[in-house]
């Protein structure tokens, strides 16, 4: 369970996230929606530790997250695929998997089942990330979190700018992965895509707390998303 | 002398110059590289090198040749550790803002200075090389006979001289090997571009760098250690080493470790050339005008990428 409890964080002197709360529960897909610059892309680096936390607490089943070294996050078993994939350009696509299978020390088996994930990796083990094709980044970036066999995966619009072929393979894999039992939060731009998957929904505006819906909520009345979306 | 034997002499000096700066370039490069700071203090870490030579020497008995080796393993370990304190205590403070760098290692360039000759004094003291066998070199002629070898009297160079090379020659291919084949590497070249995301990867950026800032001033340090047999200790000794090697980085290009190398040879080469057949002050002139021009004309240096 990530359990995220009244955080306040911002770049500097800007406060972004202010008393957010949010929870996220193994074997699920929760799903974080707002409008752009609601701060969503903030609230992952924030249980990242990539931003100083001035308030509250994050948890990793019942560990805190909040208040340790950046580097140790990831290290507790939280994988992320950022927004606009951040993979490491001027590196092979093997070097780039090998930075996540180094996080956490995981062995070929790992790197083995990754790869079969997505066999368009394999052809390219040599290739610079940066000349993939966008989608092929995606898969990169999605395969290098997979790599240090998360616990919790954060993954902050994976589906920006691809196909639909691309889309579907993605979801793929966020199902897999609920399926194994970890905690997958989902930052979603497209509502069709959060009503088919989602089995929890915080929407956040202005860096708080908007409302939160669950699966069924959503089924019974999915205008509500919308309208909090302003579409 | 004729001209020929002359010109290979002239070639030799600057093959040692070359070889020295490489290595002093590579430490700068490096460091600009991963933490994209400029370090101004790089040259005090060269002549902190020679300086804690030469005190290794005076206290290691057992002859030059213990006394040289101990040198060249002990000043980059002590100056590299140096280097990394330093890191840890002044610039992770300043958050390594590449403005506040350049102010904060020009204070440390002269806190280096100022201990160096306040302990070590003003004098400039030799250490003696290990070996140094005086080296005959040959030369081809038109004869009677056809082609003949023989040794022309002067040209020759010393066992030492050709050590330094070679040594320089390994430590470089040694850097090159960790940079680009080991785990070690691969961490560095993941925070070098993307700070970030290496740390959402595990990777503690902090102590990368000041590994990184301590292994850019070890190469100094060794480079400081080789060059002391043949150019004695002095104090004042970095300013020169800082200047070539800013020469250095900027034609072969921020960053880029062949750059360096080729520009190094490429400086250290004409330095020695220039230097036997007019004058030292011409060579530098004509270093400095060839950063000019690649300043003006390539901005990213020969063997840099373009700014991304
Ligand atoms: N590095 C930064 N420094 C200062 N402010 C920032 C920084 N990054 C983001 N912000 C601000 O924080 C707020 C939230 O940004 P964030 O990236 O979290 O939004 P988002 O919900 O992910 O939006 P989008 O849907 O466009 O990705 C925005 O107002 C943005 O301008
Ligand atoms: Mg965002």
Redesign the pocket.
């Known amino acids: 369970m990530l359990e995220i409890d009244g955080i306040t964080a911002g ?1 500097g002197p ?1 406060t ?1 996230l202010r008393a957010l709360s949010l929870r996220a529960a193994p074997g699920q897909i929760t799903c974080l929606m ?1 409008r ?7 609230t992952m680096k924030a249980i990242m530790g990539l931003l100083p936390v001035t308030a509250g607490t994050i948890t990793l089943d019942g560990a805190p997250l909040s208040g340790l070294p950046a580097h140790e996050v990831p290290r507790r078993g939280v994988g992320y695929i950022p ?1 606009g994939r951040r993979l490491f350009g001027e590196l092979t696509v093997a070097q780039n998997l090998t930075v996540g299978l180094m996080t956490r020390k995981s062995g070929p088996d790992t790197r083995e089942e990754v790869l079969e994930l997505f066999p368009r990796l394999r052809e390219r083990l040599a290739q610079r990330a940066d000349t993939l094709s966008g989608g092929e980044q995606q898969m990169l970036a999605t395969a290098r979190a997979l790599c240090l066999r998360p616990r919790l995966l954060l993954l902050d ?1 994976p589906t920006e700018g691809l196909q639909p072929s691309m889309i579907e393979a993605i979801r793929q894999v966020i199902l897999r992965m609920r399926d194994s039992g970890a905690i997958v939060l989902l930052v979603e731009q497209r509502i069709d895509a959060v009503l088919a998957m989602a089995d929890h929904v915080h929407v956040i505006e202005n860096g708080r707390n908007l409302e939160d819906l669950d699966a069924a909520a959503l089924a019974a009345d999915p205008s509500r998303l919308r309208a909090h979306l302003g579409v | 002398m004729d001209f020929g034997p002359y010109l290979m002499l002239a070639m030799l000096e600057g093959a040692v110059m070359a070889a020295v700066l490489a290595l002093t370039a590579s430490g700068l490069s490096l460091v600009f590289g991963v933490m994209r700071v400029v370090n101004v203090a790089h040259g005090e870490f060269y002549m902190l090198g020679a300086v804690v030579a030469w005190f290794v020497a005076q206290h290691v008995g057992g002859g030059p040749a213990i006394g040289f080796v101990a040198a060249l393993i002990l000043a980059p370990l002590l100056v590299g550790g140096l280097a990394a304190l330093a890191d840890m205590t002044i610039l992770k403070r300043i958050d390594y803002d590449p403005e506040r760098t350049i102010v904060a290692t020009i204070g440390l360039l002269y806190v280096i200075q100022q201990v160096a000759l306040m302990t070590y004094g003003p004098n400039a003291q030799p250490v003696e090389p290990p070996f140094n066998q005086r080296i005959a070199l040959p030369w081809l002629e038109w004869g009677d006979g056809g082609l003949a070898i023989y040794f022309p009297w002067g040209l020759s160079t010393t066992s030492y001289k050709l050590f330094v090379i070679i040594a320089a020659v390994a430590v470089i291919l040694a850097v090159w090997l960790l940079m680009s084949r080991s785990k070690a590497g691969l961490i560095m070249r993941a925070t070098q571009l993307d700070g970030e995301m290496a740390t959402a990867f595990g990777i503690p950026v902090e102590r990368v760098y000041a590994a990184v800032f301590g292994i850019g001033a070890g190469l100094a340090a060794l480079a400081g250690v080789l060059i002391v047999p043949i150019q004695q200790a002095h104090y004042l000794m970095g300013g020169d080493a800082l200047l070539l090697s800013f020469i250095v980085v900027i034609i072969g290009g921020l960053g880029s470790l062949p750059g360096t190398i080729v520009a190094a040879v490429l400086i250290g080469m004409s330095d020695g050339i220039i230097s036997v057949f007019f004058s030292p002050t011409l060579a530098k002139i004509i270093a400095t005008l060839l950063v000019a021009l690649v300043l003006v004309f390539r901005p990213q240096g020969l063997f840099g990428a373009r700014a991304r």
């Open positions: 770049y800007a972004v707002g752009n610059g609601a701060g969503k892309t903030t927004q619009e």
